[in-house]
């Protein structure tokens, strides 16, 4: 079955950089756009950025623009999102989520993704 793993969450200070990535296994990668989308405690989740399949459209939010960089390596089968310049309101757990190609639309509602990760936990001291 399609399994989700995020890794490379953590502890850090304001103003460093993490990088988190997302292992995909059990169907085709190539075959999904997937989305990075983030929780903080007492909040919704909310989206982050996304990838189309093949690594060529992104998305990401406003509030990260600049700072988060949204990549993949198919022949790895791994998403990545590259978080730099943290600040304290970044603390969330992080989600990885892959979408098939129903549409070639990148979404940003976390409801119209099909698979999802455990989440890995990413927390900024200020």
């Known amino acids: 079955q399609v399994q989700l793993e995020e890794s490379g969450g953590g502890l850090v200070q304001a103003g460093q950089s993490l990088r988190l990535a997302c292992v995909f296994t059990g169907h085709t990668f190539s075959l999904y756009n997937f989305g990075w989308f983030r929780q903080a405690a007492g909040n919704e989740r909310s989206f982050v950025a996304a990838?189309?399949?093949?690594?060529?459209?992104?998305k990401v939010a406003d509030s990260v623009e600049g700072r988060f960089t949204i990549s993949r390596d198919n022949a790895k089968s791994t998403v990545y999102l590259q978080m730099d310049r943290l600040n304290s309101e970044d603390t969330a757990v992080y989600y990885c989520?892959?979408?098939?190609?129903?549409?070639?639309?990148?979404?940003?509602?976390?409801?119209?993704?099909?698979?999802w990760g455990r989440g890995a936990q990413v927390i900024v001291s200020s």
């Open positions: 990838i189309s399949w093949s690594g060529s459209v992104t």
């Open positions: 989520a892959a979408d098939r190609l129903d549409s070639p639309k990148l979404k940003q509602n976390w409801t119209q993704y099909d698979y």
